[in-house]
């Protein structure tokens, strides 16, 4: 499965607002248009985001190809200023933009500029599906025979350039016929448990039940859950880790029943610039998608909410790290600084 293709320099995603219910592909030729499907969650997941940022500096590039150079090399600036800003907790997006600045700003030569931007995006998605494939891998030996593994939100093909993080392991353990049940939080307020988690498994023949995200407690408390893996936006050098709002409250609920959690990320998940979670920002999202419940208005008129994206959870709630470079243990900010980056 995948959410997000280029070819004839124009970017095509599988719009995720609109699943399960229909799968419709939407085609971009300009960037600022991007820009606006990565704020508005056409596509959304942490590396999912980074390459659809990549693919969207093509478009730019083509854009602005006719300018001088000077005029271009401003115009992408903005362009690669702008998509930063679509979305500010996943760091995926800065990494791969910044990836594409330093072929822009360092061109081997001008006039091929255009073929390099495109051979650096293709070579970001492209690297992306084989980490999550070596994450898998590593990931599925530290899942239990016959588990139950719940996870949150949606941390899997469609929120990377396919196969998944947490996604990815759990489909690496199945294969190895270690999954008795998936148990997917619905993940309130948008849904990307219950509408993503469950559509990817479900085309893949892996057993999933969707849970609403005040069951988790009481499934672990009866003994249905043996592990909990999911993905991450942001991780700090010790660890500490931002993920989708709700991952705090089960990396405890799994402390308190001696379960075994797990986020899965690739390397470029990793901000090695800062020291822990606090520097993180979390994404303060309309509170409109709380108050409605898929445009029907399910609160009071008036009522105060609030809306993070995202809470970061503290290294010492996790068992382990499973990246694409193995599985890290404590101490987390060691092997964190020892892992090869690019
Ligand atoms: O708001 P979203 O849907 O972009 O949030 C996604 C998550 O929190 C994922 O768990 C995370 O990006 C990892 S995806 C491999």
Redesign the pocket.
């Known amino acids: 499965m995948e959410a997000i293709r280029f070819s004839n320099q124009t970017l095509y995603l599988l719009d995720q607002t609109a699943l399960p219910q229909e799968e419709v592909w939407r085609a971009y030729t300009r960037y600022q248009d991007v820009k606006n499907a990565i704020s508005t969650?056409v596509v959304?997941?942490?590396?999912?985001?980074g390459i659809t940022a990549a693919y969207a500096v093509v478009l730019a590039a083509h854009q602005y190809a006719s300018d001088t150079w000077e005029l271009f090399v401003s115009q992408m600036s903005q362009a690669i200023s702008d998509l930063n800003a679509a979305?500010p907790t996943?760091v995926n997006l800065s990494w791969a933009l910044e990836r594409m600045k330093r072929l822009l700003f360092s061109p081997k030569e001008e006039t091929l500029v255009l073929d390099a931007l495109l051979e650096e995006a293709i070579a970001i998605h492209n690297e992306d599906i084989q980490m999550n494939q070596r994450m898998g891998a590593f990931g599925a030996d530290v899942v239990p025979e016959n588990a139950g593994i719940l996870t949150?939100?949606?941390?899997?093909a469609l929120?990377?350039g396919g196969y998944?993080?947490?996604l990815g392991v759990i489909r690496a353990a199945h294969k190895q016929g270690r999954v008795s049940m998936v148990y997917a939080d619905e993940t309130r307020p948008?849904l990307?448990g219950a509408r993503l988690t469950a559509y990817e498994l479900q085309k893949d023949n892996i057993p999933v039940t969707v849970l609403t995200d005040n069951m988790a407690g009481a499934m672990m408390a009866a003994g249905k859950i043996q592990m909990v893996v999911?993905?991450?936006?942001r991780m700090a050098a010790n660890g500490d880790f931002a993920?989708?709002i709700g991952?705090y409250s089960l990396a405890i609920l799994a402390q308190y029943h001696g379960i075994p959690f797990y986020t899965?990320?690739p390397v470029s998940?990793i901000d090695f610039s800062i020291e822990d979670g606090s520097q993180i920002i979390i994404?303060e999202r309309d509170g409109n998608e709380v108050l409605n419940f898929f445009g029907v208005q399910t609160t009071p008129v008036g009522v105060l909410t609030c809306n993070p994206?995202?809470d970061v959870t503290p290294h010492h709630l996790l068992t382990g790290i499973i990246t694409d470079q193995g599985v890290l243990y404590p101490p987390f900010d060691r092997h964190i600084a020892a892992l090869s980056r690019r």
């Open positions: 969650m959304r997941g942490a590396p999912a985001i979305r996943a949150h939100c949606n941390a899997g929120a990377t998944g993080t947490a948008l990307q999911l993905g991450c936006d993920n989708k991952t899965a990320l998940t994404e994206a995202f």
